[in-house]
């Protein structure tokens, strides 16, 4: 992760906001399904595509949700990642056809990438996505730069700050 930084920017979110993103991203994607708008599945990208992969299926009532983890590591000064857990084969069909693949955002863009080349016929989604990944993203909601990094509140906790005037 330390080759991820510095970012000049950071972008908090909180749990009421990516609620409401996700809840956005939702909207957006109801009757885009290939099934007369119906989508089949959701499958979260873990741990981060979970949350808004929970509100997208509440909001579009879809009942079957599974998940894929894929883990980055670096190589050789190459930053590489390989799946260890997929979903199950009869929801991803042959190649993921109606279903919706969330995640919480899109930064590079090589999580994306290797789901993609693995059902390329999915939908990929994710809340938030920054310029060198959004070519990955089927429909996402909100843009931020790539020198930004997105704070999520399930890495945060409210802690005390010192008054502006008492800083040196
Ligand atoms: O577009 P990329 O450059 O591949 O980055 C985006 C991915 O990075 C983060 O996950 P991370 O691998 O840190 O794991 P986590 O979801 O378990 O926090 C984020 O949740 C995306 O899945
Ligand atoms: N939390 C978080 N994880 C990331 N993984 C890749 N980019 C980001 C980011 O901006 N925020
Ligand atoms: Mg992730």
Redesign the pocket.
Same mark, same amino acid.
């Given at each position: 992760?330390t080759d991820?930084l510095p970012?000049e920017k950071g972008?908090h979110v909180s749990w009421d906001q990516i609620h409401r993103d996700a809840r956005a991203l939702a909207w957006r994607l109801d009757g885009q399904g290939p099934d007369n708008g119906a989508w089949r599945a959701v499958v979260a990208i873990t741990r981060?595509g979970m949350a808004p992969a929970m509100i997208v299926s509440r909001e579009l009532d879809i009942r079957v949700v599974d998940t894929i983890s894929v883990k980055s590591y670096d190589h050789q000064s190459q930053s590489e990642a390989r799946v260890i857990k997929a979903p199950q084969a009869e929801i991803m069909g042959d190649a993921g056809e109606g279903v919706l693949v969330v995640d919480?955002?899109v930064? =590079?863009g090589k999580t994306l990438e290797l789901v993609r080349k693995l059902y390329p016929k999915a939908h990929f989604a994710t809340v938030?996505a920054?310029p060198q990944g959004r070519d990955m993203v089927d429909t996402y909601i909100t843009e931020?730069s790539q020198d =930004?990094?997105?704070?999520?509140p399930w890495?945060m906790a409210l802690q005390y700050v010192e008054p502006y005037r008492g800083k040196d």
């Open positions: 992760m991820r970012h972008f981060g919480d955002l930064d =590079t938030y920054k931020v =930004t990094w997105i704070f999520f890495d």
